[in-house]
């Protein structure tokens, strides 16, 4: 097995990618994911919820499927007689998302390799990727 | 407006992914999408579907929305008494698209300027992005 099996296209479907593993791929979920990546350790449901602007209810449904994929750790914990809900990425979630990059690298790579490209302003696409 | 506002975070909510359109972000679009992308012009309805590895009801439902949506048209041509479906990005799709890509590429560039990155070995990002 390669360490990224998602980011090697099959060759009879080069677009069918594969490793766009739908727990990740919902556009909420990819947002939660991507802030606790970006915020390392424990992050408050609060603060959450502010980052990816959800609503309790979406915030609370999203996270139990990534928290039933393994993708997430929640726990409760009491501050100021206050409960508090604190998330974070599971070693497993944080190779899956890796994995997930991955893909969605082949697919910006995949169009900056297409006629597309000569259609992009140099801002849009590279811009993320520079080595600074 | 921006030439590509769906790249410019919300600083209030800098993980909501505004951009991410979600007629474009369903994996199977995608696939369909950057398949038209890399071929060019009208692209014949069969080799889509060998591309993207969808059933004939799947590629058909999703072509639908993509051309509903304005993304792709769609044209039947007869050749040798058979009928063909071919298929194509319109110039709006191909300005969605980018913008889209634009939202995929700060994705990859959050997690890139994130700790996560420590653990990226050197091929999983960055390799789509090479100036080569």
């Known amino acids: 097995m390669s360490d990224h099996p998602a980011t090697t296209p099959d060759a009879a479907a080069p677009f069918a990618y594969e490793g766009l593993e739908r727990v990740i791929h919902e556009k909420a979920r990819l947002g939660i994911l ?3 990546v970006a915020h390392g350790e424990w992050l408050a449901f609060s603060e959450l919820k502010r980052l990816c602007a959800l609503t309790d209810g979406n915030l609370n449904r999203h996270l139990q499927v990534l928290q039933e994929a393994g993708l997430v750790d929640v726990r409760k914990e009491v501050a100021n007689k206050r409960s508090h809900t604190l998330c ?45």
């Open 88 to 132: 974070r990425l599971t070693i497993e979630g944080r190779r899956r998302f890796v994995e997930y990059l991955g893909v969605l690298e082949r697919i910006v790579g995949d169009a900056l390799h297409s006629r597309l490209r000569d259609a992009i302003p140099g801002r849009a696409l590279g811009q993320g990727f520079s080595p600074a």
């Open 34 to 36: 991507s802030s606790l």
